[in-house]
């Protein structure tokens, strides 16, 4: 179920300038209001993350055919997504709020209309017998892979509890390796998300979980981010995918039908539906009135807007980009405030 991940060199090579001074604005578009009369297929990238998989229950549903709008999902491995939609080779991707700006400061021009979820508990910070807590993380080395969202749930966890990061040393180590380095004597932490953290759970006795994404609720959301040109001339086939999902949440926690969301889930990714659950109750799901207050703007996690002012200043500082994105640029509420 991997996530997140490095993204590419040729991602990183440009500064996004666009944006305005409260969300994003779209180009003028020539588009009929009814939707879009295109016969071709729009295409959504999505990859391992149950708050992404889930839209595997709406495919086999037929949902988006009752719908009446003609979109094609292409599975990825989550950073060759990012790659295709950056190349232009997709209307839309699934990404974290902090990956879309780090799409946004390599020049596409990519908004986030939705968020499907954000992570409840998937995301932790696993630590070794003798530590319980993130205060008694200092002096101590930490695994985890520099740049990416867990390393942002790291600092987070740090800051909280008032331990500088002069005070903690950070091992750099690639997230699939992470359980192998917890298991080294040297390591006394690592900061990763699942189904990593179960292996390095299993990896090292007597290790446990002292912090994670379910401590700090809207610290990470996952979206889905539309390449602008496409939204600007399909507005309407955009509301109904909205539409659907609302649908697809529903589907998924309504308990008379949670088990067959959950197989369907399951059978996407190759692994057994009660494990699969567990991955689930890790990612809070959001439907449309959900998706309503946290469109609205403001500061807190309680926001996308918040969350990625927060996410904003962590890339920054940590060098993820050279200069801040304007974040108000790549949030477009609209639709989610239109669709009844």
Request: hydrophobic residues 40%.
């Amino acid at each position: 179920m991997i996530k997140k991940t490095l993204i590419s060199a040729s991602v990183l090579t440009a500064i996004f300038l666009g944006g305005c001074d409260n969300t994003a604005k779209l180009p003028e578009s020539k588009a009929k209001t009814e939707g879009s009369t295109n016969s071709k297929p729009i295409t959504i990238g999505y990859s391992d993350w149950p708050g992404w998989v889930a839209w595997q229950v709406a495919i086999e549903k037929g949902w988006f055919k009752e719908a009446g709008v003609n979109v094609e999902f292409k599975w990825f491995d989550y950073s060759a997504s990012i790659n295709a939609f950056s190349a232009n080779q997709l209307d839309a991707v699934s990404v974290s709020n902090g990956d879309n700006l780090v799409i946004a400061s390599g020049g596409t021009k990519g908004i986030m209309i939705l968020a499907t979820d954000y992570s409840a508990g998937n995301d932790v910070i696993i630590a070794k017998s003798g530590i319980n807590n993130i205060a008694d993380l200092k002096g101590k080395k930490i695994a985890v892979e520099k740049g990416l969202v867990d390393h942002h749930l790291l600092n987070t966890a740090l800051d909280d509890t008032k331990v500088a990061n002069s005070e903690v040393t950070l091992v750099n180590a690639v997230t699939n390796e992470l359980p192998q380095v917890f298991a080294s004597p040297d390591v006394s932490a690592i900061a990763v998300w699942q189904p990593v953290a179960n292996q390095a759970l299993k990896a090292v006795a007597g290790s446990k979980i002292i912090y994670s994404s379910k401590d700090k609720p809207g610290l990470i959301y996952d979206t889905l981010t539309v390449n602008m040109t496409h939204l600007a001339a399909n507005k309407e086939d955009w509301k109904k995918i909205i539409q659907v999902w609302d649908k697809t949440v529903k589907y998924i926690n309504d308990p008379a039908t949670r088990d067959d969301a959950v197989a369907i889930m399951a059978k996407r990714v190759g692994l057994d539906a009660a494990q699969y659950a567990q991955f689930i109750d890790g990612t809070h799901l959001l439907d449309l009135q959900a998706n309503k207050k946290v469109f609205t703007k403001s500061d807190s996690f309680d926001s996308i807007y918040g969350s990625s002012y927060h996410v904003n200043e962590f890339n920054f500082k940590n060098g993820v980009y050279t200069t801040k994105v304007d974040v108000d640029g790549v949030i477009f509420p609209t639709l989610i405030e239109e669709v009844k």
